[in-house]
C-alpha cells in the first residue's frame, strides 16, 4: 500500500459489540478521512478528521488522530449486521500544494454476525 | 441528493482494445479524481482535474490518458488493454477547498471493467 497498513486485516464480531480498526499512515497529512465501501460497490465517506483535531464524533463512530505516531483508529460502536464491510482510512499526503488527491490504507474487512 | 454518475457500469472488453470510462460529478464541485481499485486492493490515485486542468497526477500509465470538459464531466481513455487493467475504477468529485473540510471526496459507484 502507498500508505501504510491497517490492523487488523480481518475483523468478526456479533452483532453489539464494538468494533475498533487502526491506521497508520507515512507522511504528513492536513486531514484524514475514513471510508466505508460494501463488497464491490462504490466508497462511502464516514468522517474526516482534520491534523489540528485528536478526537471527532459522528453518531456511532468515534474516530481518534494522533499525529506524533502517524495513526487513527476507528471506534463501531453497537455494531449491527448491516455494518458489514471494508472500511479504509485515506490521507490527503500533507502537501503544499495540496491537490486533494487520497493515499488509501489496505482496509479492514470487518464482518458483523447477527 | 445527487450523486456521482458513472457509466459505463460494467465493460469487457479484450486485450488491446480501448475503451472509455466517463464520470459526471455533483453539480458545482470542480475537482474530479480517478481511482483504480485491482481486485483484493486498497484504491490507488491515477489522475485529478480542477477547474478543467490536471491538477495531479498518480500511477496512471502512459496508455491512459484523461479530461475533464466544460461542463466538468470527465473521462477517461485506456488504450492498448492489459489483462493487469481489470480492475474497478472510481471517479469521486469534491469541490477544492485547499485541505479544507471542504475536500471531502464523494465517490461514484464505480466501472467495473473486465479484460479478456
Known amino acids: 500500500s502507498q500508505q501504510g497498513e491497517e490492523d487488523p486485516q480481518a475483523l468478526s464480531i456479533q452483532e453489539g459489540e464494538n468494533a475498533t480498526m487502526n491506521c497508520s499512515y507515512k507522511t504528513s497529512i492536513n486531514n484524514l478521512q475514513w471510508y466505508r465501501q460494501n463488497s464491490g460497490r462504490g466508497l462511502v465517506h464516514l468522517i474526516l478528521i482534520r491534523s489540528n483535531e485528536r478526537e471527532k464524533h459522528s453518531g456511532r463512530l468515534r474516530v481518534t488522530l494522533d499525529t506524533s505516531k502517524k495513526s487513527s483508529s476507528l471506534l463501531i460502536t453497537a455494531s449491527r449486521a448491516a455494518d458489514t464491510a471494508s472500511y479504509f482510512c485515506a490521507t490527503d499526503g500533507g502537501t503544499r500544494s495540496n491537490t486533494g488527491k487520497l493515499i488509501f490504507g489496505q482496509g479492514t474487512t470487518l464482518q458483523v454476525k447477527p | 441528493a445527487a450523486g456521482v454518475i458513472q457509466s459505463p457500469r460494467h465493460l469487457i472488453k479484450e486485450k488491446r482494445e480501448t475503451a472509455t470510462l466517463k464520470c459526471y460529478p455533483i453539480?458545482?464541485?470542480?475537482?474530479v479524481y480517478w481511482y483504480q481499485q485491482g481486485p483484493g486492493q486498497d484504491p490507488q490515485f491515477l489522475i485529478s482535474?480542477?477547474?478543467?486542468?490536471?491538477?495531479d497526477k498518480g500511477s496512471i500509465p502512459d496508455r491512459f490518458s484523461a479530461q475533464q470538459f466544460s461542463d466538468y464531466h470527465s473521462e477517461l481513455n485506456m488504450s492498448s488493454l492489459e489483462l493487469g487493467d481489470s480492475a474497478l475504477y472510481f471517479c469521486?468529485?469534491?469541490?477544492f477547498g485547499g485541505g479544507s473540510s471542504t475536500d471531502t471526496q464523494y465517490f461514484g459507484p464505480g466501472t467495473r471493467l473486465t479484460v479478456l
Open positions: 469521486a468529485s469534491s469541490l
Open positions: 482535474f480542477y477547474e478543467k486542468m490536471q491538477s
Open positions: 453539480p458545482r464541485h470542480d475537482t
